[in-house]
């Protein structure tokens, strides 16, 4: 998923194709994808305009076999990825982001693992922060925070699954829709490296990892 | 606040004390204290039995003035504290999570300057993942993340609010009792550097970014 516009950034270009360490961002986690043995192929969703500078970013990933642009929002974008890949039957699909960079391949697989068996799986990390509404620069109300998650990608689902539920349902990620179908959503534990790029400090913060990140 | 257990962390010592880049983290912190011209001394909560380890380690930090046992609870951590500043009779008091070591000095004094004008204000950060609970390793519920932040330390406050505060309310962080005692909290943008070595994945990725931190 490297179709958003990076509207929270101040960045020319969107952060997924910032340069980190000389490279953009969304080569990290394709290297994740590029050397699972679980991974057949990727299809990358880009903005519109970017076809050919993005082509030549992904150039050397050998299963990066589609570049498509995406939509207006998440959803419309997941639903003309999924579409897309209708003639190619996947039996799972993973869904990530290309602004998460930091992505290990033991995450990446445990998630299609548990997809396999359960049917909908996604990295989320516990919240160890007080989280709290605020409202015009003040709190409004605090919620508990026991058993309350962060959802991450990696992100992967029976293709038939999430197929049916983005027909009927939306929400800000692809977890949301496949439970509002009534699908169970197993918790794989991420990790603090896979974050999202999405403000300036972010994009700092992986100019500092990108030294020493080595995958696994 | 030095006095937590880590009890979360596979840690023969709390995660505060742990080396990162040969330094405790303790004394990350401490540094932006101690630079700024806001604070006039410190107060260093600690648990039982590292009374002479942490006097080693704030060695050199001409503003803490006292180190003290804290007790069981961040709560009962925080009366003591503020009881043994009585006899101080402190303007405006800064928690500060000694576990976060990453704090900059411009955030620390934004967050004291908010205080002063508006009685209680805290760091916090807008979070911009997807935020569900779990239940049993499922997903349980979404809810919604419009206005939604993690609070981060440091925390501010006017003396009198927070010590009439903690005398009736309790909370997981200084802010809850606050506000549940019918002040306003105040928010001042928080940074994804400030945040709180919880899990071993977070201490590792302190070890990175010790290399290249230097305050401001």
Request: charged share 25%; hydrophobic share 40%.
């Amino acid at each position: 998923m490297a179709a958003g516009r990076s509207t929270r950034i101040n960045s020319q270009i969107p952060k997924q194709f910032c340069k980190i360490c000389d490279r953009p961002v969304i080569q990290y986690s394709l290297s994740a994808f590029e050397k699972s043995a679980l991974i057949d192929s990727c299809l990358v969703m880009i903005p519109q305009g970017y076809a050919e500078r993005i082509s030549q970013m992904v150039e050397g990933f050998r299963k990066v076999r589609w570049i498509l642009t995406g939509g207006e929002t998440r959803h419309q974008t997941s639903v003309i990825a999924l579409d897309f890949l209708r003639s190619v039957s996947p039996s799972i699909v993973v869904f990530h982001d290309a602004a998460r960079p930091f992505l290990s391949v033991s995450l990446l697989e445990k998630v299609i693992e548990e997809a396999k068996v359960f049917g909908a799986a996604t990295a989320a990390v516990p919240i160890t922060d007080t989280v709290a509404y605020f409202k015009d620069d003040f709190v409004n109300s605090y919620i508990p925070r026991d058993g309350l998650y962060r959802i991450q990608t990696p992100q992967a689902f029976r293709y038939d699954i999430v197929v049916n539920a983005l027909k009927d349902f939306e929400g800000e990620d692809s977890t949301k829709p496949v439970f509002l179908s009534g699908e169970k959503i197993r918790l794989v534990e991420g990790d603090s490296y896979c974050f999202k790029i999405t403000k300036p400090k972010d994009l700092e913060l992986a100019r500092v990892l990108c030294r020493f990140w080595k995958g696994d």
